[in-house]
């Protein structure tokens, strides 16, 4: 694995708690260094931090004070 790749995943710790608990990413990041965007994507997928879920957040928390402010009118 690169150091640089290495680095940036001893440096996130959401990086590096998705790769213990996935180690078969071990294996992708040492064959080929492109596969790191992969991971990362497959990483925020499972943690739920991407734009898309973000959003969605949002919009839920939106809804829910919506309901909060339509029962207490």
Known sequence: MKTEIWMKLENDPKM???LKINSEWYKYLNR???NYQKFVNAMKEKYK???SD???SVIDNIDTVSS???ILK
Do not use: E, H, Q
Request: aromatic share 6%; net charge positive.
């Open 32 to 34: 080929n260094p492109i």
């Open 49 to 51: 931090i991407r734009t």
């Open 16 to 18: 590096s708690n998705y």
């Open 54 to 56: 973000k959003i969605n």
């Open 68 to 70: 909060i402010l339509n």
